[in-house]
């Protein structure tokens, strides 16, 4: 699995032209229709079909108007979940629009749990208008904003998913973020780890988890001891199950310095019987 997810850079002729014609590459909204979608048939064939639509936004035209005179314009690229199944695509892009509202939080602006359409617009807008009120005017940077959905395959009957998104405010380096979606086909629900445990088994799942950390720590450092103190263990329970086993992963800083990227610690099926739930491993 990718570790981040970095932008596409575009050349200078096209995004001047994506602006004059009120698009930065940015396609209709979710719901207007398959236009431009990109299409990637899933593994389970003949019951889940994944595709993304890119969400239709125009930057204001005072900024349109300001970076284009600097050539250094934000770069936007929202991207929905459209899969065969609604209530998927609903959790899914729900979930895609909290992050996109909460995309740079500060001290003063608690974490928004709901948000609709007018509030993505929102956010957006203040996300790009922020890039010319917190940069020098002769500033070279270019704040960045993606956000993007990825299906990554299924195990029976659940179905897997990954938000990436990548936040760029300036700085030294931008922020990329990784988060794992799992659906049960069955119960048309959204599984979290407890849902995976069987019950009074978390104990021993964290003690897995841990062995696979120290593990994960020996191919970084050589003293795990040392390595423990400055980056102690926690138990993530950003999880999905994959054919061999569960992944956990982590952000960046949870476990280990920026330069560590968002690691994964893999537990195998062979080592999860008696603690997850039957129905979880693959048949």
């Given amino acids: 699995m990718k570790s981040a997810t970095q932008l596409n850079n575009k050349s200078k002729p ?18 207007s229709g398959a236009l431009f979608s990109v299409l990637s048939l899933s593994a389970h064939a003949g019951s889940l079909i994944s595709s993304t639509d890119y969400l239709g936004y125009e930057l204001p035209k005072k900024i349109q108007e300001t970076c284009l ?129 069987q019950s009074g088994k978390k104990s021993r799942f964290k003690a897995l988890a841990y062995n696979a950390y120290k593990d994960w720590v020996k191919t970084v450092d050589k003293d795990v001891a040392s390595y423990e103190k400055n980056w102690p263990f926690t138990l993530s329970d950003n999880v999905t199950l994959t054919d061999k086993g569960i992944d956990i992963r982590y952000q960046h800083y949870s476990i280990g310095p920026y330069a560590y990227g968002m690691p994964v610690l893999s537990i195998p099926y062979s080592k999860l019987g008696g603690i997850i739930k039957p129905q979880f491993i693959p048949k």
């Fill in 14 to 31: 096209a995004k001047q032209l994506a602006l004059k014609t009120g698009w930065l590459r940015l396609i209709p909204l979710l719901g």
């Fill in 69 to 197: 005179k600097r050539d250094n314009c934000p770069e936007i690229e929202i991207k929905y979940l459209k899969t065969n199944h609604s209530w998927i695509n609903d959790i899914a892009n729900e979930r895609i629009n909290n992050l996109v509202v909460n995309s740079k939080p500060t001290e003063s602006a608690p974490i928004t749990t709901k948000s609709n359409q007018a509030d993505v617009k929102s956010a957006i807008d203040s996300f790009a208008m922020s890039q010319f009120a917190d940069l020098p005017k002769d500033s070279v940077f270019v704040y960045n904003l993606m956000v993007t959905p990825e299906y990554l395959g299924h195990v029976n009957d659940f179905e897997m998913f990954e938000i990436d998104s990548y936040v760029f405010t300036g700085g030294a380096h931008g922020m990329p973020y990784s988060e794992y979606l799992v659906f049960d086909q069955k119960t048309k629900k959204q599984i979290q780890l407890v849902d995976m445990l």
